[in-house]
């Protein structure tokens, strides 16, 4: 469903997260669609919601040694290892074309300590991206990356930095689904000044090459993604959800309240997005199944349209925490 379709009078796929409009509510995850350019011909790239660029950082990274890639069954391991051309070459390089792709541009943002995320983060804020998503989630570097999302304290300390360094960008925080205490994690981003949250990144995982007796990545661990994932990363965008409305109810909540929630893990079809929809999630990102079927998100954003029209939603609102207000 396009925004002319919508404008035809079919349903209104359209979403703002955070001041951004989105025409519908997929966004390509970070890591899985590279700048955007490397998929023309594949889908139709205009129609998507919005791209997330490949997590970059200040400096230029070669990324990890050894094996990147590893399928387990219905799931998928990488240890990338954030390789990217570093912000300057990103926005020298890439940035004018993935702005002429048409969706919403937003940028991946990770680093090593909190100086570098920080000195990122200002580079940004005077190009022509539309949001940054902090990336504090990475499993898969030495220094910073998911250290950051483990920790409450240190997640509010590295948002706070960004949205200064990054004040006329808005800033949506990618959590980690290895922290121990999720919501904590949350509400000190959302305390520091995060405009929305994505949710989740990869699970610290292990596989084992039993022919070299080895583990099968360099780092040992890498993070596991794919359908594998998706009814843990499902429950864990319902956790926040539903912890968001309590502290807006409560003393002491965030000053910006409940912020949106932008859910993904092993989404892969229409009826796996409408349930992250349903669960909370005001829009949702797809990794992994583009890489099995690069029209995925496609097909996704068109089942979605043709789910409220069969069941007379004319505002993709509706749909967002439905679970909760069933109707
Ligand atoms: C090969 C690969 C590279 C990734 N690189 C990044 C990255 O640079 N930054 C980031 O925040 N997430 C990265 N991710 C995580 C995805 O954006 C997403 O959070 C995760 O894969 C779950 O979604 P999925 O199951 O739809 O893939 C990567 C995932 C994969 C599979």
């Not at 790239?45 to 919005?50: P, S, T, V």
């Not at 932008?262 to 892969?268: D, L, N, P, Y």
């Not at 954003?301 to 069969?310: D, N, S, T």
Request: hydrophobic share 45%; glycine share 14%.
């Amino acid at each position: 469903m396009t925004g002319a379709e919508g404008r035809r009078g079919g349903p209104d796929l359209s979403v703002t997260i955070a001041g951004v409009k989105l025409r519908n509510p997929v966004i390509a995850a970070s890591g899985t669609f590279g700048y955007g350019g490397e998929y023309r011909g594949l889908l139709d790239i205009a129609g998507l919601g919005g791209i997330c660029t490949k997590g970059l950082t200040l400096h230029p990274r070669p990324g990890n040694a050894g094996v990147r890639l590893h399928e387990t069954p219905s799931g998928l391991m990488n240890s990338i290892g954030l390789e990217n051309p570093g912000v300057a070459g990103f926005i020298e390089g890439e940035l004018p074309r993935l702005r002429r792709l048409g969706p919403a541009v937003i940028v991946n943002l990770a680093g090593a300590d909190m100086a570098e995320y920080a000195a990122a983060a200002a580079l940004l804020d005077g190009t022509e991206i539309d949001m940054i998503e902090l990336n504090i989630s990475c499993p898969n570097v030495k220094a910073g990356g998911m250290a950051f999302g483990l920790d409450p304290a240190a997640a509010g300390a590295v948002t706070a930095a960004a949205r200064k360094a990054a004040a006329h960008k808005p800033l949506m925080v990618k959590l980690s689904p290895n922290a121990p205490d999720l919501a904590a994690v949350a509400r000190a981003c959302v305390n520091a000044g995060a405009d929305a949250l994505s949710l989740v990144n990869t699970f610290k995982a292990l596989a084992i090459d039993v022919i070299r007796r080895r583990p099968v990545f360099d780092r040992e661990s890498a993070g596991l993604s794919g359908p594998a994932i998706r009814p843990i990363a499902l429950r864990m965008v319902w956790d926040i959800w539903a912890a968001q409305q309590s502290w807006a109810a409560g003393p002491g909540g965030p000053p910006g309240g409940p912020v949106p929630i932008v859910g993904m893990g092993g989404i892969a079809a229409a009826g796996d997005a409408l349930e992250f929809l349903m669960a909370g999630a005001a829009a949702v990102q797809v990794g992994s199944a583009t890489f099995a079927r690069p029209p995925a998100m496609n097909e996704i954003i068109a089942g979605i349209g043709r789910y409220m029209k069969e069941n007379g939603l004319s505002a993709l609102g509706e749909l967002t925490a439905a679970a909760r207000y069933p109707r």
